[in-house]
């Protein structure tokens, strides 16, 4: 285990860029710090102004959306709204770069708000799903076209139940192929890297370790440490905007330069 705060050393320990130059699979693992430095506002920030009179479980639960449809559906509304002017950052730029870098490359995401897929990652794996997809609330398929407008929320087109965010509410499984996948990946991956998650809850608790166990490197990118830190081969305390870019640029620099 190794400690490093980035904003007091010049760079990366040897051991560190070797591990990653001399890798053929990289597996990422990102949560809510990562969207930090885009202004993404978190889930219980966007419980504000009008909406803070509610707890979360009204608003992301199914049985919040059985109980009131109209009022769990605006909310998302909301939150999409929220979003609309926001980008990728460095962070994001520098994660699509590794995937440009490793041809075996899987990034596996607890964030809803697309932002690294628009950076240009394409092997994604979204455990939480994305607040811009929707699906039926009976039959649990994707619903494309909504026809935004008459009925708060939309109908499915198929069924009449019923559309809700394709995202993961609390009581409900994630889903099925993106975890089996996950953790497929991360247990036959060179170099891991878990970035701006506070790994509390499954599956970034898990996933890490799943890697580690397996041989790979593991590198943990967060403002400060977290419960997982003593069970990583490095962490690098400090912004993913800024260390990650740094990592890249040192995996891609000539040795000897
Ligand atoms: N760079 C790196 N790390 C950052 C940055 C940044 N710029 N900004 C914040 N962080 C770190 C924080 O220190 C924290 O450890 O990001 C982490 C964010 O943690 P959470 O808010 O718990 O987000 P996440 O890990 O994605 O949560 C996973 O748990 O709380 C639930 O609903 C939440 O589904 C989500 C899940």
New binding site residues.
Partial sequence: MKIIDISKDKGFPEETITRFRRARSCVVL?????S??SGVP???DAITGTWSNFN?EEF?TPEAFRKNPKKVWEWYEYRRNLLKDINPNQ?HYAIAELERIYSDFWLVT???DGLHRRAGNKNVLEV?GNIYRNKCFEENTIVDNISVGAEIPPKCPNCGSYVRPDV?WFHEPLPKYEMEKAIEVSSRCDVFIV???????YP?AELPIVAKNAGAYVME????K?LISTQMDITIL??????LPRLTESIMTKVGK
């Fill in positions: 990102t949560g809510a710090g990562v930090a430095e978190t889930f219980r979360v992301a962070g607890q964030n809803i939480h993961v970035a701006g998650t506070s790994a509390i809850v970034a990118v967060n403002i400060e977290t400090g912004k993913t905007g800024i260390v």
